[in-house]
Nanobody, 123 residues
Framework: QVQLVESGGGLVQAGGSLRVSCAAS????????TGWFRQAPGKEREFVAA????????SYADSVKGRFTISRDNAKNTVYLQMNSLKPEDTAIYYC????????????????WGKGTLVTVSS
């Protein structure tokens, strides 16, 4: 198993930036693909970004491409999501996820999840 803990959420004005982090347990963190999903009130959990085990491959939702950057530091067992040019519609709880094999956009296919961190973007 792997345990995931998100941090770094908060309140930011539209156009601003924020970086959220996901700390993972274990010495085998580099074996896991990781990603970020988000969920706004009354909406389905949606894909945001993913990064492969080695960091060599990344994927982004069209809604965040060019604004968000996913990265990872396997030595620190941490994955990051740098969010720039934030919009009010980015407001959501952001969840970190990990899987030994899966790397895609269907939330139900990812095995491990954190508890989430809230990002609020004011207009």
């Amino acid at each position: 198993q792997v345990q995931l803990v998100e941090s770094g959420g908060g309140l930011v004005q539209a156009g601003g930036s924020l970086r959220v982090s996901c700390a993972a347990s274990g010495r085998t963190f580099s074996n896991y693909n990781t990603g970020w999903f988000r969920q706004a009130p009354g909406k389905e959990r949606e894909f945001v970004a993913a990064i492969s085990r080695s960091g060599g491959t990344t994927s982004y939702a069209d809604s965040v491409k060019g604004r968000f950057t996913i990265s990872r530091d396997n030595a620190k067992n941490t994955v990051y999501l740098q969010m720039n040019s934030l919009k009010p519609e980015d407001t959501a709880i952001y969840y970190c996820t990990a899987d030994l094999i899966y790397y895609n956009r269907v939330a139900e296919r990812w095995r491990y999840w954190g508890k989430g961190t809230l990002v609020t973007v004011s207009s």
